[in-house]
């Protein structure tokens, strides 16, 4: 690894590497697979038509997913930098903002999930007396979270404190080591372990009573809902936000690869990957529900919490209790939820710390500790209180459905359309990877992609504005949902003006490789305009 400290104003700054492919696989891998595909896909293929939402989901893993996914290593990888450095040196100013603007998406994505990583943590100590009892839903937002009527309040929970605090403290330990000794580590140790916990999990859940009236619930195949148009948008979205595309996860870690690297092989490994381990969540999730249903001689459609928090802290902990061994297995899924949210937090900080190191010349220490620790305090005082679960529930559906949504859409077209950069990130990839890209790969992500990421980001806006979500009040849904939005747009306004501490000129840009076609040097110095 090459990696400067603290470099000079006018140094040339010098980049992280990855050691190797198989750290780059695994630290990818370990962004992707996180909470979502945990407790998001199978109840979102339960609810799209079971065994037959498998086609849209392939349909859309290989017509959006990975073309998305190659895009963002295109740009990372050859222009060496952060998201907005990346985005500047590739379509100017504007690109810049558009960076920006991803960063601030991960800023508010880093305050809520860090809290989803505290309850986890904490049930993961629960879990070893079955703390929760008979109720286990009564017990997740009374006791524990202690869920206020109010929309938004400063009673701290002692209980979220704590856990709260110590996943941060860990946090920013792993992300100060660096990118070999943090983050590539972390993955190193962390996937493999989520990977095999997982699968005791889901063999142990294959044996229970009921399991296999919770996999033809799973499996069965409903191709009458093929000819939905949610469906459809159902499976984009599944596959877009569970690759950790177009917010600049993979963007800024491909650009810590080295120069003659396999891009386009590890992105097939890391796509399929994050799927496999979606279908074998669904395997484990719903052997457990079809236990939890012949428990109460009741059918699966009558379960409630079949997705998202309500399944993690509500559901699965009531399956616990009533499990053979309930304690081991508990703190087995919750010890999942940890590495994988874990995994995936460190990613989404690496975006933000990443930008601020490339342009206003910290150290990764000066960012972790400076800009970290003040994340780490806003996540607190927000999370940290009775009011916690409304915002963090809001918050979320806006950062994703409207600000990675509304990313993936504007990326795609300022650097295919305005900036017609396709065929040169398309002739890099293909010049350094084992796996070609030709006219089929332009297609889908200068056209397919703008047109159904387009239809997704509309339809969810106009579905926003004449519902309110969630039954929560409209004025609050405005103040923490828009209003979120509006602070990440301001946010990436502001950045963007900012003067670089450190002509973005001075950083490297990988030469051309033998057979590529080197850019002007006008191009390739883009950002250096003041």
Sequence with gaps: MTQSASPAAGAVPQRAEWTGQVGFILSAVGSAVGLGNIWRFPGVAYENGGGAFLIPYIVALLTAGIPILFLDYAIGHRFRGSAPLALRRLAGRFGEGLGWFQVMICVFISLYYTAVLAWA????????????????????????????????????????????????????????????????????????????????????????????????????????????????????????????????????????RRRK????????????????????????VFATLGFFAHQQSIAIAELEGLTGVGLAFMTFPAIVAEMPGGQFFGALFFGALVLAGLTSLISVMEVILAAVMDKFGLSRAQAVYGLGGALAVISIVLFGTTSGLTALDTIDNWANNIGIVGSAVMMTITVLWIRRAGTELSGHLSMLSTFKLGRIWLFLVSVLGPVVLGYMLIATVFGLLSEPYGGYDETYLLIVGWGSVVLMIAGSLLLTLSPWRRDPALFTVWPAVPGERPRPASATTEGGAR
């Design 261 to 284: 690297s396999n891009l386009t092989g590890p992105g097939l490994v890391v796509a399929f990957g994050n799927s496999s381990f979606e279908v074998l969540a669904g395997i484990g």
């Design 121 to 256: 943590l904490s049930f993961f100590v629960f879990s070893f007396d079955l703390r929760w009892g008979s109720d286990a839903a009564a017990f997740f937002t009374g006791d524990y979270l202690r869920v206020a009527g109010e929309p938004f309040t400063l009673d701290f929970v002692p209980g979220v404190l704590l856990p709260l605090v110590l996943m941060w403290v860990v946090t920013l330990g792993i992300l100060e080591a660096g990118v070999v000794k943090g983050v590539q580590r972390l993955n190193v140790i962390a996937v493999p372990l989520l990977v095999a916990g997982f699968l005791i999990l889901v063999v142990r859940a294959l044996f229970l009573p009921g399991a296999i009236d919770g996999l033809n619930a799973f499996f069965t195949p409903d191709f009458a809902a093929l000819g939905s148009p949610s469906v459809w948008v159902a499976a984009y979205s599944q596959v877009f936000f569970s690759l950790s595309v177009a917010f600049g996860i993979m963007l800024t870690y491909s650009s810590y």
